[in-house]
Structures are given as C-alpha cells and as structure tokens.
C-alpha cells in the first residue's frame, strides 16, 4: 500500500489550498482516512478523518476551515483548507487505518497502518 500526498505549497494568510492523498494497493472505499501535520518543533497532530460513511470529525484548530472529503471512484482523499492561517504551517500526511476507527480512535497515530510522505504547507502572514 503507498499513499501519496501532494498539493502543498505557499500561500498568504487567508488563503487556501486542497491537499490530495491517492492510495495505491488498496481501496478507500473502507477503513480510515486521516490526515495529520507536524510543524517544527511540535509533535504530530490530528487534522480530519474520514472513513466509510461519515467524516470522523476535525482537530480543534482547523474545525469550521478544513473539510475532507473522498471520491472513491478516484480513490482520492481531500482536505480543502481555507482562510489559512501562519500556525497552520506544517508538513501535512495522510495516513490509512484499515479499519474503521471510532471517534476515540481518530486522534492516535498508532492506529493507523500506513502512511504517505509529507507535502508541505506555509502560509505567510
């Protein structure tokens, strides 16, 4: 299985970007799809979840600016980031959980299985 993220870049404060996470090897038409950041010198941090049927929910800071979304005939999952701000600089992952986590669950980076490489986010103020 290999996840790829990509659609970072650099942006001003108040923008927006959509990140894409394409999986290879599996289907996201089950299991669990979140995707996390980390930005320098913090630890990792849940961003959103989704997983068959429902969106898990969000991280307390982006709740109200980010959305995930899948299309499963792409196999693609999105986060549509808007009215970006400069703590929302990290480089951002998505991951996979091949079953369906429970809310409770969606925080814990353990319960994910695999992981695709970073892409990059900075917002400028």
């Known amino acids: 299985v290999q996840l790829q993220a990509f659609g970072g870049g650099l942006v001003q404060t108040g923008g927006f970007l959509r990140l894409s996470c394409v999986a290879s090897g599996r289907t996201f038409s089950t299991g669990t799809i979140g995707w996390f950041r980390r930005a320098p010198g913090k630890e990792r941090e849940f961003v959103a979840g989704?997983?068959?049927?429902?969106?898990?929910g969000y991280g307390e800071s982006v709740r109200g600016r980010f959305t995930i979304s899948r299309d499963v005939a792409k196999n693609t999952v999105y986060l549509q980031m808007n009215s970006l701000k400069p703590e929302d600089t990290a480089d951002y992952y998505c991951?996979?959980?091949?079953?369906?986590?429970?809310?409770?669950?969606?925080?814990?980076?353990?319960?994910?299985?695999?992981w695709g490489q970073g892409t990059q986010v900075t917002v400028s103020s």
């Open positions: 989704i997983r068959s049927g429902y969106v898990l």
């Open positions: 991951a996979s959980a091949t079953s369906n986590l429970i809310s409770s669950e969606r925080w814990n980076p353990n319960n994910y299985d695999y």
